[in-house]
């Protein structure tokens, strides 16, 4: 099997650390009981494992081929798309108004590890409808919802993001796609680049999602609107109309996702394209926020869901794989790759990496859950900014770390690794678009320390950081060895985190900060991923002292988290002097002199 | 008309099968578990049936412990409509499955019974048989392809020769082989519904049938380990070596 979803890993995370039962407490949510969860996961193991992880290998091979403005996506992806709609995955977390199942997105962010583990091109096309249905649902007129949700949420239409042109990628203040007023429409006329799955041969129509300027509309990003702008215009009765007047006009050639058409689209060569405006005017850049913090999010989850599949590669050749006498080998026949202490290293660091990345993003993942439902308004709020300050670190540090991993994959496998038919080669180039789209590293960074740190003045930070510090009283509770190493690392790291918090707020300009933000980014992320080891050893602790406990599954949890700890939260530490003292020669130099 | 299917939870077929250190069976303790494969087949082909307008119900049933209400969840998020356990820690032999799934067969009346033809731990393919001479209901093991006709099967079964047609008279028992058909993955909002599908719970003391066995396994040991085969140099050594050596001539 070239994939199996880690459907026990993952049912641990929810049911021992998150703690699903709690979310299933909130009004709504009373379907997601851990029994029916785990009957997801199980079918959707299945799915993945069957349907889509056969195709990831002849989809990066074949790739999407455009012809004439018509895109056709490799062979069997179209029975597996269908078969994808027909199976419901893409409604789950949606509302059950419009015909989704109205399940946490705690429980869809772990499907949803699946699909990118399984063939992560693919993947894309759903998270794309995912970020087009949540403006929708948040910002579009009632009439709208009627109109576009039904179709989008069960997944026969597709959704995409149109934001990018060429002169304004990271910077949506020069966006030049105009939007003229057209009786109850707009006329949509312009460029856009980058439009993932912008046009294909899966679903019979594609609604796009398109930032545009009305004629009067201010300069910079506050004069962005947002327009629903349908492949092919929908008639009163909701059968399909007349084609819009937009037109794919190429796909680029890719590093990776081969399979994922990444279009250039063309509105408006004509008369205009019909467009329907979203909300407001120009509120357009409030909306697509929607869109993103969603996507983001999602893109974090490609970023661990990727490493899995690298991982779980790496760890199946580096058992077969048989290169001189090993140092750990018990027996002449236990003499794989395995066996020599640095290939450990890397699989240690792949595994245990992994499963920080994935606590951290159901973690996120269940604070928008909470945001959205708890009765308690202070909880709400408090969730709310968690969930914000968090979804920088998903995004930013898990797909930085998915690439470092899926190149130690390939480290795994010599030469091997670096000839293309091996396969591991694939998730390192899929893998390294993560930390590009839906806003790069250093967009993530900025956010990280302007919008979720430096705005509130460091009140979520702070909060996050007591919940950290509560972990630890818990850890120096126990008498075990291990987690004594654990609380060893933990405890430093926290106090970096605080003092290079401090150090940010201390500043009275972004230069210096803008300097080393990533660092920043970086190391919240490698510290939050370590508070949630520390919480996956802690409850692995609590597991055992249950009568018949698997206890071979939890040592090795206490061991990833002592592992995690010792390796990877001294990096912390580190991070707190290249924050603090490597701003100024960072930025010393002028641009002429490099 | 009903169609009753069983459903048995088993070692996942993923799984490797480790026997326990003290012999007495195969260690079950937090492994996956899942649907026998054989039954999965017999649920999709009742579902067929279902849908083709041959029949009204599917009735998932297990016989085992509490943990078996999974296995009949698993069927009714594919499709069937309601489940019943007979519940029983012990691990009870396929005589005593049989008897049980008489009782049923006479409460429920159905006019068709789909089993495995075996389950994947224990290899025994018995119950479909023995299930037959209780009830004086037909038998149709090993279908790889299941017809109407009027009132009766059509079944075409794989055996050691080839392929047999056979008709038989309904009620009937079908037991499933591999090439039956492919099941179906769960819909997801079937998986959520699949929750409130009743699902009856019957302890084995409440049939009243006698489940005590007859038999009482020994020992459990793992196949001897293949050892390395050898290259011979002409046809007298390889001879010379199934007379002496493997002594099979």
């Not at chain 1, 058409?261 to 205009?272: E, H, I, L, Q």
């Not at chain 1, 190391?523 to 692995?540: E, I, T």
């Not at chain 2, 090993?142 to 075409?156: I, M, Q, R, Y």
Request: charged share 25%; aromatic share 6%.
């Amino acid at each position: 099997m070239s994939y199996s979803a880690p459907v026990k890993d993952i049912a641990f995370v929810l049911n021992n650390v998150i703690g699903l039962a709690n979310l299933a407490k909130l009004d709504g949510y009373e379907d997601a009981t851990p029994d029916l969860v785990e009957a997801i996961l199980d079918e959707s193991a299945r799915f993945t494992e069957d349907v889509l992880a056969p195709l990831n290998w002849s989809g990066d091979q074949q790739g999407s081929k455009w012809q004439d403005g018509e895109v056709s996506t490799p062979d069997g992806w179209k029975a597996a798309y269908s078969q994808f709609v027909e199976s419901g995955w893409g409604s789950l977390s949606f509302p059950t108004d419009f015909g989704g199942q109205g399940l946490p997105l705690t429980v869809a962010a772990a499907v949803q590890e699946m699909w990118h583990s399984a063939n992560m091109a693919f993947g894309l096309c759903p998270l794309l409808t995912q970020g087009a249905v949540d403006a929708i649902e948040h910002h579009a007129s009632e009439e709208q919802k009627q109109f576009f949700l039904p179709k989008m949420v069960e997944g026969s239409w597709t959704g995409t993001m149109n934001l990018t042109e060429p002169q304004a990628g990271s910077d949506l203040a020069a966006v030049r796609t105009k939007a003229e007023p057209s009786g109850d429409h707009y006329l949509i006329k312009g460029q856009k680049i980058y439009i993932t799955y912008g046009e294909h041969d899966l679903t019979e129509n594609i609604i796009h999602m398109v930032l545009a300027r009305l004629p009067d509309a201010p300069e910079g990003v506050k004069g962005i609107s947002l327009f629903i702008v349908p492949k092919f215009l929908i008639n009163d009765d909701g059968s399909l109309g007349q084609r819009n007047d937009l037109t794919c006009v190429s796909i680029e050639h890719k590093l990776g996702i081969h399979a994922s058409p990444t279009c250039v689209m063309s509105y408006g060569d004509n008369a205009g394209a019909v467009g329907y405006l979203l909300g407001e005017a120009n509120h357009g850049l409030a909306y697509m926020f929607t869109m993103m913090n969603q996507a983001r999010h999602a893109v974090g989850v490609e970023g661990y869901g990727i490493a899995e599949r690298a991982y779980q590669k790496a760890v199946a050749y580096a058992r077969d794989r048989k290169q001189g006498k090993t140092l750990l080998g018990k027996s002449p026949d236990d003499q794989g790759i395995i066996n020599h202490p640095d290939v450990r290293r890397i699989l240690m660091t792949m595994r245990s990496t992994i499963e920080a990345m994935r606590g951290l993003g159901l973690e996120c993942a269940a604070a928008f859950d909470q945001a959205k439902r708890h009765q308690d308004e202070q909880v709400r709020e408090k969730m709310r900014r968690r969930g914000e300050l968090l979804t920088p670190l998903v995004k930013g540090w898990s797909t930085e770390m998915g690439v470092e991993l899926c190149s130690l994959g390939v480290q795994v496998h010599g030469g091997m690794g670096f000839i293309e038919e091996t396969g591991a080669a694939q998730f390192l180039r899929d893998a390294r678009i993560t930390p590009i789209y839906e806003g790069t590293t250093a967009i993530q960074a900025n956010d990280l320390i302007g919008r979720k740190t430096a705005r509130d003045g460091g009140k979520g930070m702070g909060e996050l950081l007591d919940d950290m510090r509560s972990v630890l009283d818990e850890l120096k509770q126990s008498d075990h060895l291990d987690f004594k190493a654990i609380s060893k690392r933990l405890e430093p790291a926290i106090a970096s985190a605080e003092n290079a918090t401090q150090w940010l707020l201390g500043q009275n300009d972004a230069t210096l900060p803008s300097a080393t933000s990533v660092e920043f980014l970086m190391m919240q992320g490698r510290l939050a991923g370590g508070w949630m080891m520390a919480r996956s050893a802690l409850a692995a602790l609590k597991l055992k002292q249950e009568d018949g406990s698997d206890d071979a599954y939890l040592d090795a949890k206490i061991m990833l988290a002592r592992y995690y700890s010792e390796r990877m939260l001294p990096l912390v530490e580190s991070a707190e002097v290249i924050i603090t003292e490597g701003a100024e020669s960072t930025i010393a130099l002028d641009a002429a002199q490099l | 008309m009903k169609i009753l299917v069983g459903v048995k939870r088993v070692l996942d077929y993923n799984v490797k099968a480790r026997v326990k250190a003290d012999k007495s069976g195969i260690e079950l303790a937090n492994v996956k578990m899942s649907m026998n494969p054989f039954d999965e087949i017999a649920v999709e082909e009742a579902l067929r049936l279902v849908e083709a307008g041959h029949a009204e119900e599917v009735i998932a049933v297990s016989i085992g412990s509490s943990q078996s209400q999974e296995t009949i969840r698993t069927a009714l998020a594919m499709g069937a409509d309601r489940g019943i356990l007979i519940e029983t820690d012990e691990q009870l032999q396929p005589l005593a499955i049989a008897k049980l799934f008489k009782h049923l067969v006479e409460k429920e009346q159905p006019g068709l019974v789909v089993l495995g033809k075996q389950a994947i731990d224990d290899d025994s393919n018995q119950t479909g048989q023995m299930l037959s001479a209780l009830t004086g209901m037909a038998q149709a093991t090993f279908a790889s392809k299941v017809e109407f006709e009027g009132d009766s099967l059509k079944v075409t079964r794989e055996v050691d020769t080839g392929l047999e047609s056979i008709k038989v008279q309904m009620p009937a028992i079908v037991t499933t082989d591999l090439r039956l058909n492919e099941p179906r993955y769960a819909k997801l909002p079937n998986i959520m519904k699949a929750k409130k599908k009743p699902l009856e719970i019957i302890p084995v003391a409440d049939t009243g049938v006698d489940v005590s066995s007859k038999l009482s396994v020994v020992e459990v040991n793992e196949p001897p380990n293949r050892e390395a085969g050898i290259i011979v140099s002409s046809v007298a050594e390889l001879v010379e070596k199934l007379r002496n050596d493997a002594k099979v001539i």
